[in-house]
């Protein structure tokens, strides 16, 4: 498929609604990516011309927005290796994880769910277990990583031993992009005794992710990280959870189908299927691009995360001794990059992922978080790695004025 930009990709403005005037050099598509025309070519038929209640099959209406989302349904679960049964529609990854933990916890019933997370989960996964460890119903304990992120095994494997009830890991890292080894994780964990919950968010449609051969028994991920609309993700879960007596109460469709939402997580689903193989190829290279000329101009820059088993479109750089609020600040209007995750960007705290790798408070404090896409250009690459060159310099030379 041609890149374009993403500038190229805006269509004309729709009256009454406001235009935006600039167009920066789009760099976070870990926070969210920009949904694919085709996307919202079928997100608009499904809301103009198949307008019916999913629920309301008394008549065509319903039945024809019924049969967009068990097709739909179909995608979703051929992108990430399941049955099609496994596949229930939530509003995104942050509920998908709600309704895992809570089934695991409705499990147990009376009983206490000892849960082993790793440190970096997403902000998500931590506050799903904060609430269920205030309330009493969950207690966790903490898998530790490396430098680079990656899980350290005897961690695991003393957490395992402890005899927990579920192992939450995500796929890939959202900060600093390091890939996880979830076959194995979920073969150690279910050897244990302990169901898995895994965080697919970014990986989805990156990373390899067989729900089905691995048994992996819930798995969350979000619609618009892969080109598809807001609002709407899925949790996936195994044979055996579809078939637990609590799983309707717990993580059941509940009320009113979002049919264009569902409809277009589908087209993303098959797109990302289709043409995610040839677009995470150019994007690599346009990010090895991008790697090679900040390194090159940027004294002491720090690349972090595993650059061996990482995704495709992150690059995670430090800058020691320059303050990244500083550097965002003045590529506002030109590059859209972050911090870090977009649940915590602005907020001024420490990242904890970066926390747990054990990085300095001098590296943490130069974090900046880069996310290429499928429309992102080599041109854009090369400008964007001229304006951050440019911004990192200026902040160098301001805080060489202010020292002396």
């Avoid at 009454?16 to 025309?37: C, E, K, Q, R």
């Avoid at 959870?241 to 009113?256: A, M, P, R, Y």
């Avoid at 004294?299 to 550097?327: M, T």
Wanted: aromatic share 2%; charged share 25%.
């Amino acid at each position: 498929m041609t890149s374009h930009s993403l500038a190229e990709r805006v269509r004309r403005p729709v009256p009454g609604i406001l235009p935006v005037p600039h167009h920066p050099i789009y760099l976070d598509h870990h926070a969210t990516t920009p949904v694919d025309p085709r996307v919202a070519d079928v997100v608009v038929n499904a809301m103009v011309n198949v307008f019916g209640n999913a629920n309301s099959v008394d008549h065509t209406h319903g039945e024809a927005a019924l049969e967009l989302v068990d097709r739909a349904t179909e995608k979703v679960a051929d992108l990430i290796g399941s049955e099609t049964e496994g596949v229930r529609f939530t509003s995104g990854s942050t509920e998908s994880i709600r309704f895992a933990v809570g089934h695991a916890i409705a499990t147990r019933r009376n009983r206490m769910l000892r849960v082993a997370a790793t440190r970096v989960e997403h902000q998500a996964v931590l506050d799903a277990l904060r609430i269920a460890v205030r309330a009493g119903l969950a207690q966790v304990v903490w898998v530790e990583v490396d430098e680079e992120a990656n899980l350290r095994p005897e961690s695991l494997r003393a957490a395992l031993n402890e005899g927990v009830d579920l192992a939450c890991v995500m796929a890939a890292n959202n900060e600093v992009g390091t890939i996880y080894p979830i076959e194995q994780i979920a073969r150690d964990a279910h050897q244990a005794g302990a169901k898995v919950l895994v965080d697919g968010t970014q990986a989805a449609g990156r990373v390899d992710l067989r729900t089905q051969d691995w048994d992996l028994d819930y798995v969350a991920f979000s619609s618009h990280k892969i080109y598809g609309p807001k609002g709407v993700g899925a949790l996936v879960v195994s044979k055996a959870v579809v078939h637990s007596e609590l799983t309707e109460n717990v993580v059941g469709h509940i009320g009113t189908l979002n049919v264009p939402g569902i409809v277009g997580f589908g087209e993303a689903c098959r797109l990302m299927q289709l043409e995610g193989p040839a677009d995470d190829k150019r994007i690599t290279e346009c990010r090895d691009r991008l790697e090679a000329n900040l390194i090159r101009e940027i004294p002491g820059i720090v690349v972090n995360g595993n650059r061996r088993h990482r995704l495709p479109h992150n690059l995670h750089i430090a800058l020691p001794g320059i303050p990244n609020d500083a550097v965002i600040a003045r590529l506002r209007n030109k590059v859209a990059i972050s911090t870090g995750a977009a649940c915590s960007s602005g907020a001024q705290t420490p990242s904890h992922v970066l926390k747990a790798m054990g990085l300095s408070e001098e590296m943490q404090d130069g974090a900046i978080r880069i996310g290429l896409g499928k429309y992102t250009t080599r041109d854009e690459v090369d400008r964007a790695a001229d304006e951050i060159v440019a911004a990192v310099r200026e902040v160098t030379g301001s805080l060489q004025g202010v020292s002396t």
